[in-house]
């Protein structure tokens, strides 16, 4: 009696036809002619055809040079062959590069006349490497600043350190003990900046939970009135929506207390007032914040302009690094900042952050 094949009762020929895109992503499936069968959707998207635009052409459509379709069918003469660099035309006859690798169906499963054609996009893949380099080389730039930037006031406190020893004069020593502590001030303020930064979107991290937009301008207020900062502006807020609700909640609210913080370190005039405005429909939320009264440097102003600031300005800029900081929660968030400065003494910052699907308002 004849073994019966469990597999080939369970799953037929069909079902492997309907499902072989799923099985197979990043791929195409070509007749035993190299005529389309099924295609992927990410190879449709890049090449801005249709499934019902190639399905039973020839695989020749995406010549770029020369005659793909022979090409294809001289390497599968032994069965399979691996990743080569082909060039494909898309529909707007733009060229891609892609590596293409390529079997017989029938050599993994039991479905003749079916070819698999493997696509890598080598472009998506260059333009990893080129943005990966670009945070490599502002990463060595970086390390490299703040290097020396740590290394000055730590060297010459070696150095008056050197001179205490050699000295037996009282009064000198003081002296010397002093400039000590001055330097080493310096050198913990650039460590309390990097930190700074380095913390600013680690509540994104953690899940926080949300948090009402008017509680946050709350606990804003109070900090203001009980910190160095609670006489440089009065802070008054309003929201059209009174239950606002913001879904990284404490993550928002450190955003908004780098930017106050930013703000109040601005030259000021004798009036000075923070307004928060925000609104929010289904998909964003935006948060206004109108300073009156603070007067923005030129080289600042120029400063805020820059969308995309490197990590190595946060020592050579320290005024700043309030403003990076909540650039990069913006960022991190995956929302937009801008300021806008006008003359004599006012500053403007919209922010706009987009609200998770789903998240409605919540009482």
Excluded: W
């Amino acid at each position: 009696m004849a073994e019966t094949d469990i597999t080939r009762s369970v799953i037929s020929n069909e079902t492997i036809r309907q499902r072989i895109g799923a099985i197979f992503p990043d791929s195409l499936i070509l007749d035993n002619k190299l005529r389309f069968v099924s295609i992927s959707q990410n190879i449709l998207e890049a090449t801005g055809y249709t499934m019902d635009e190639l399905r039973g052409h020839s695989l020749a459509i995406f010549s770029c040079i020369g005659n793909l379709h022979e090409e294809i069918k001289k390497r599968l003469r032994k069965g399979y062959f691996e990743e080569e660099r082909f060039d494909i035309r898309s529909k707007n006859s733009t060229r891609i590069a892609y590596g293409i690798s390529g079997f017989y169906l029938g050599l993994i499963a039991d479905l003749s006349g079916m070819i698999v054609l493997k696509f890598k996009n080598l472009e998506e893949i260059n333009l990893m490497y080129a943005q990966l380099d670009a945070k490599t080389e502002e990463l060595d730039r970086f390390v490299y600043l703040s290097s020396h930037a740590l290394r000055g006031p730590l060297a010459t406190i070696q150095g008056l350190l050197n001179l205490t020893r050699l000295s037996d004069d009282i009064n000198e020593i003081k002296q010397l003990n002093a400039k000590i502590e001055t330097f080493a001030a310096r050198l913990d303020d650039k460590l309390h900046r990097l930190i700074l930064f380095a913390e600013s979107d680690k509540g994104f991290e953690s899940g926080n939970g949300p948090l009402g937009f008017q509680t946050i301008c709350e606990l804003l207020h109070t900090e203001m009135q009980e910190s160095a900062f609670g006489q440089c502006a009065r802070l008054s807020y309003k929201m059209q929506e009174p239950f606002l609700l913001m879904h990284h909640g404490h993550t928002v609210l450190s955003l908004m207390r780098n930017l106050l913080n930013f703000i109040c370190s601005l030259e000021k005039t004798s009036d000075n007032q923070l307004v928060i405005d925000a609104l929010g429909n289904s998909s964003a939320v935006e948060i206004i914040i109108r300073a009156k009264g603070f007067k923005t440097a030129q080289g600042i102003s120029e400063k805020l302009q820059i969308v995309n600031f490197g990590y190595s300005e946060i020592l050579s800029y320290p005024e700043l690094v309030n403003c990076y900081a909540a650039k990069k929660i913006v960022f991190k968030l995956k929302g937009s900042i801008q300021f806008i400065v006008i003359p004599p003494a006012e500053l403007v910052v919209l922010i706009t952050l987009p609200r998770p699907e789903n998240s409605g308002n919540q009482h």
